[in-house]
């Protein structure tokens, strides 16, 4: 907006400021008095400093019980100076030059809020405005559509105005908005229809959101297409599966067997173990993300269909419409220059028949529409079903962390090392080590109990490491 002040010079808000624009918002009587005395501040509770140039927010603290503060149009670079006004409800701060969303941690009241027109690039900062039921922020920077979701924490959240952010020329811009925020109303000022939000949460069912989520990234073009690699291994529930990440965090912290790792026994045990263990679990890796690009396709292939359908649906619609009007317009040419009353009457009764027609029409198809969507729903859902029971007996089965894999690796690797240490052991009551042999280890193995103990501790200790990653893969594939 600093266009519109190019011959004014930018302003702090002082205290003169303020009083003049308590005394234009007072009654006439009530500015007298104002002008007269100096009115106490601590009973305004509505403010308006609109067009005053205003570039710095200052010296409204003693108005601590403002619920109404309007800051619009003008060229505030900053939010800032609002930390006493706890009891505001409604702040317009729209048409200024506000770069990042803040200050407004204390505002915990607020339920409207206006940063329409400004040049705002992330969604922030916002985490205590728990109370917020309507939020514009359109016309800014935002380019992200993902920080969107960024707003689920405002539960109370009813309105959002978006619209002229660099974002809503996405495609489906309008249906991801509507699926992370399920509560919404109202999206740039149009109502959010019903049948969509029914839509979208039947496709959530018992099994959490994160399907639905699944959906709308294949919506913006960012299911199996372009997803980073960290991002694509979690989806596909085998993230660090593609490495020594998992051994690593076996025996990262196993400072038993790291005492032993000197031996030359133990050493080569220790050599041999990883790459078994690795291999295992690069197999399910790879696997994981085959299957993984069969649920992407399945799903990409849905919302081909689903658009599919409603485009028929739209065009023969605009069709029947289109008939319609071209009759109508032709039916009341006819009125016009009708010569008697009973044709002009008759082509009204004929009009009140066609409307009916085409309510009836535009029935047929809102039915025949929602029966196909039905049907392809439904479709999905068994493939989906296919799909990923199929995968968890694999994981169980084909490439299991229990039975003759990665847990039977860890019990066998457990047995050659305890039968190293009993021959260590006997070595060392023998007095057969070798002189070199270290002092940390000599002092590690002088009790049985204790090393035996220890062994078998850490040995528990990388079983339920085991069990806990093949837990979370199948708990989040369950999940999805």
Known sequence: MSQFFGNVEPSIIDDEMVQ???????????????RAESINVKVVTEL???????????????????TKLQLDNNVIEKIEGLESLVHLVWLDLSFNNIEVIEGLDTLVKLQDLSL???????IEHMDTLEELQIFSIGKNNLTILEDVVYLRRLKNL???NLSGNPFCNKEHYTLFVVAHLPSLVYLDFKLVRDTMVRFLHSLIGKSGNSILQSLCFVALGAGSLQKSGSQKHTTAFVEYLNGSFLFDSLYG???????LASLPEVE???????????SVCENLFNYGLEEYEKREAEVSKFYKRF???????????????????NRNQRRLDEIDHARSGDIAESKRAEGKEDVLQLWDALMTLEVLVSNDLEELLQDFKRSIDVIVST???????IYPFHSIQCRDLENQFHEKLMEMTFAILKKLDKDELEEDFPDAVRRFLVDKDTIVSAINMSHSIRLRKIDKRESDMLCNTYQW
Do not use: M
Request: proline share 3%; hydrophobic share 40%.
């Open 391 to 397: 995968f968890i007996e694999n994981i169980q089965g």
């Open 253 to 259: 912290e196993d400072t038993e067997v790291a005492k």
């Open 20 to 34: 003049k624009a308590i005394e234009e918002k007072c009654p006439e009587d009530l500015g007298d008095l104002a």
């Open 116 to 122: 329409y027109s400004n040049r705002i690039s992330k």
């Open 158 to 160: 009813r309105t959002l």
């Open 268 to 278: 080569d045990l220790l050599q041999a173990y990883p790459s078994w263990f690795v």
């Open 307 to 325: 658009h599919e359908i409603l485009t028929v649906n739209q065009q023969e619609s605009k069709r029947i419409i289109s008939d319609f009007e």
């Open 48 to 66: 308006q400093l609109s067009f005053k140039c205003i570039l710095q927010i200052d010296n409204l603290w003693p108005l601590e019980n403002l």
